[in-house]
């Protein structure tokens, strides 16, 4: 098979941006697959006579499955064509939501979910890889607050949309309604996107695949049950350490690695993924915490709290998509810095108990939509275009182990503390965010010393 670089597209070509259209709606798609399901479960669990603990796995396997497979799914979007797995992906979408629509028992919605978090894999792989190649420069911090506003579009409507359907025609349409989205999105693609493939040809090698599986399965999985399953959690890590250790030294050795470990030995771009794991594990925990604060201590409704939790997704999608409109006037470390100020501010704001929540819910949502935006451009950034692909597997992995991180260290500091749980856990994460906010300053400090120490004597 002979690979073929990117398809070249002026810089005043619209298709460039027309492709957006159906990887947004891909994005979209799996958001609101990840987020609809919450509101919708009780429905579905009393309908097909389910235990609780297949309602977690109904939830989890498809964040679980996402994570673990991201890193091959890009590495088939190198080889085969990104634009085709990402045309598999979306396929897959409406074929397992029609059969998850139709499902009568736990067994096959937990196998089909587990096929969706492929799906949205390949979809994903192929988003972020065909954005970091297509864009440049600030085109591509714009095509990225783009990915960051359907993202929290579908993170933002998905619990509403979902309790809509459910007490309208029923659960079953949380996973129908997403065949003629996916439909559509498919006949986009194919107008639509270009056809990319790394530039040189991937190596398969199985042990990397086989220990990255472990490592990113192994963690995801400890982290999201590290209360529920402590014992099993802590073997579960401790094989995902030494598998990731093994990993690593492999791909030292490899001449064509499966993952690229030498990116991170670049420190902006460390910072940068650094700061997608702090912002996205203290957004997550917050999301869960304050979800079961309203309940359990102000008496709120599933639905009314999904009201209170809105301002978050919402904010993450707005600020998102205008962050780049920013960089006009500030650099993007400036930007980076006032949005984690931000973000801390309203975490300060939950710590303190004061009300309106839902104005430092807005708050952390706007911080998080521009660090998330800014920080995922400035990846590609300090890679290569043959990068690409590898680069787009590990920020999405990023983001995914942010979730499962912050809401395991900080829902078992909430529970460890006692009554005032809540409280101490949004303070901690506001330390975090403090701590995050503080490295470009003193990093800005330490050259202007640096540039002090080199000046010659008077």
């Excluded at 030294?249 to 470990?261: A, F, G, S």
């Excluded at 800014?374 to 043959?386: E, I, M, Q």
């Excluded at 395991?408 to 949004?426: H, P, S």
Aim: with cysteine; glycine share 12%; aromatic share 8%.
């Amino acid at each position: 098979m002979t690979l073929c670089p990117t398809e070249p597209i002026t810089a005043l070509s619209p298709r460039r941006w027309l492709a957006l259209i159906p990887m947004l709606l891909g994005v979209l798609i799996g958001s609101l697959s990840l987020s609809s399901i919450i509101t919708a479960l009780p429905a579905l669990l009393a309908e097909l006579r389910l235990e609780p603990a297949a309602g977690v796995w109904i939830i989890d396997i498809y964040p679980l499955t996402l994570g673990v497979t991201l890193v091959l799914a890009a590495r088939a979007g190198d080889h085969w064509g990104r634009r085709r797995i990402m045309l598999l992906g979306l396929s897959g979408f409406a074929v397992f939501n029609l059969l998850a629509g139709l499902a009568s028992d736990g067994f096959t919605l937990i196998a089909l979910r587990t096929l969706l978090g492929v799906s949205e894999a390949m979809v994903i792989s192929s988003v972020v890889s065909t954005i970091g190649t297509q864009f440049h420069a600030r085109e591509r911090v714009l095509a990225y607050g783009f990915w960051t506003a359907a993202f929290g579009a579908g993170s933002a409507f998905g619990p509403i949309l979902g309790g809509l359907l459910t007490e309208g025609p029923g659960w079953r349409w949380v996973f129908l309604g997403c065949v003629p989205l996916s439909a559509l999105a498919v006949l986009a693609a194919l107008r639509f996107v270009p056809e990319g493939r790394a530039p040189v040809r991937p190596h398969w090698d199985p042990l990397s695949i086989g220990t990255s599986v472990l490592a990113i399965g192994g963690l995801v999985y400890a982290l999201q049950h590290a209360l529920a399953e402590p014992v099993t959690a802590a073997a579960l890590a401790a094989v995902a350490i030494v598998s990731g250790i093994v990993f690593v030294r492999r791909q030292e050795r490899l001449d064509n690695p499966l993952i690229d470990v030498g990116i991170f030995r670049i420190r902006e771009f460390s910072i940068a993924y650094g700061h997608i794991l702090l912002i996205t594990g203290t957004t997550a925990a917050t999301l869960y915490l304050v979800g079961l604060h309203v309940q359990s201590g102000q008496g709120l409704s599933p639905a009314e709290s999904g009201l209170v939790l809105l301002p978050l997704a919402a904010l993450t999608g707005i600020v998102g998509a205008a962050a780049p409109l920013a960089l006009s006037w500030w650099g993007r470390k400036t930007i980076t810095t006032l949005a984690l100020t931000v973000a801390l501010l309203g975490q300060l704001w939950l710590a303190s108990g004061l009300p309106g929540i839902p104005v430092a819910l807005g708050l952390i949502g706007a911080g998080f939509g521009a660090v998330g935006t800014l920080a995922a451009a400035a990846l590609f950034d300090y890679t290569t275009p043959a990068q690409a692909g590898q680069v787009g597997a590990v920020q999405e992995v990023s983001f995914a182990l942010g979730n499962g991180t912050g809401v395991a260290v900080f829902g078992t500091i909430a529970l460890a503390a006692g009554t005032d749980g809540y409280r101490i856990a949004m303070l901690v994460a506001g330390v975090v965010l403090a701590a995050a906010a503080l490295v470009y300053p003193l990093q800005a400090l330490r050259t202007i010393r640096q540039r002090r120490g080199c000046r010659p004597p008077a």
